[in-house]
């Protein structure tokens, strides 16, 4: 069983550009990092294939049972008052896996971040979805509370999807990523630090074609340029300028060029020489590498007592 997204487009209300552009992919089973920059649309495309948002255009296929786990961590499930009176085999085991108390359902607003992100959790597994999606779950939380979570979603079965900026948690949960960047979409292999390798194995390579594309611009224009100055000398010989009034050697010679047509070679040498140079230009202005402003920000800091 696998979710196709296909087509998927979506702007929001005011914008001008849409967040997402034609998106076309394919979540298998397992568990799908879902990664890029803040605002780049990783939220609304989840939201999108839970089907609790309409995209503008496209399709979300096969129909199938589905559940966000929102980023905050103050918003109760749904299903919270079910869960709370459900004490099955399943809702019994996430207790225990996620560790917690059998009145925490009865006093949400007065749990901690961490023990709402894990009631949170629990309630989006007990629901057996087929698709889940699940956004940032260890942002705020402590060590144990991060560790507990990533083990419980290790236990689902579905289709998942996982937004997060979380390495560590996308290396141990992800089959694979799917890098979202200004309306496109990009999946590949791994966790999260395999994917990012070859994305950057992709970005130097395409930064060496767009180097090797440069150089050969310049030697064509250089060409161009050498082209374009016999073409002028040859035109001025035609003309006869500079040749003596008397001097019918030289006349004569130029009159049998032009009539064999080799005056003509370095203009259409010339010619053939701006065609291919339009050609690199073409090649050069396709191959776009995004800018990127990495930096390094250090901070001082110690545990709290």
């Not at 905050?72 to 996430?94: G, I, R, S, V, W």
């Not at 949170?120 to 779950?137: F, H, M, R």
């Not at 289709?159 to 992800?174: A, F, I, N, T, Y």
Request: proline fraction near 5%.
């Amino acid at each position: 069983m696998q979710l196709n997204l296909s087509g998927i487009q979506y702007t929001y209300p005011g914008s001008a550009d849409p967040v997402l552009d034609e998106i076309n992919v394919t979540f298998p089973q397992g568990w799908t990092g879902i990664v890029g920059n803040n605002g780049g649309g990783k939220t609304t495309l989840a939201r999108i294939a839970t089907r609790l948002l309409e995209p503008d255009a496209g399709s979300v296929h096969p129909p199938l049972a589905s559940c966000y786990c929102p980023q905050d961590a103050t918003e109760p499930p749904p299903n919270l008052e079910d869960f709370a009176l459900a004490f099955d085999k399943h809702a019994l085991q996430l207790r225990r896996d996620l560790g917690l108390d059998d009145d925490w359902p009865w006093r949400y607003p007065t749990l901690s971040c961490g023990q709402q992100k894990r009631l949170q959790i629990a309630c989006a597994l007990w629901s057996g979805p087929d698709v889940l999606a699940v956004d940032e779950p260890t942002n705020h939380v402590d060590g144990e509370t991060r560790t507990a979570i990533q083990e419980a979603l290790g236990s689902f079965r579905g289709m998942g999807l996982l937004v997060s900026h979380d390495r560590q948690l996308l290396d141990g949960l992800c089959g694979q990523c799917l890098f979202v960047h200004r309306g496109s979409a990009v999946m590949r292999p791994g966790g999260y630090s395999q994917a990012a390798g070859q994305a950057q194995l992709e970005r130097d390579t395409l930064i060496s074609s767009r180097n090797a594309a440069r150089r050969e611009k310049a030697r064509l224009e250089r060409e161009a340029r050498r082209r374009q100055e016999e073409a002028s000398r040859a035109a001025g010989k035609r003309s006869l300028k500079g040749v003596a009034k008397h001097d019918s050697d030289a006349r004569f010679a130029v009159r049998t060029a032009v009539i064999s047509g080799k005056d003509g070679v370095a203009g259409k040498l010339s010619s053939r020489m701006g065609s291919r140079l339009a050609r690199a230009e073409e090649a050069l202005s396709a191959l776009h590498v995004e800018k990127r402003y990495d930096g390094d920000l250090w901070t001082d800091a110690e545990p709290s007592r």
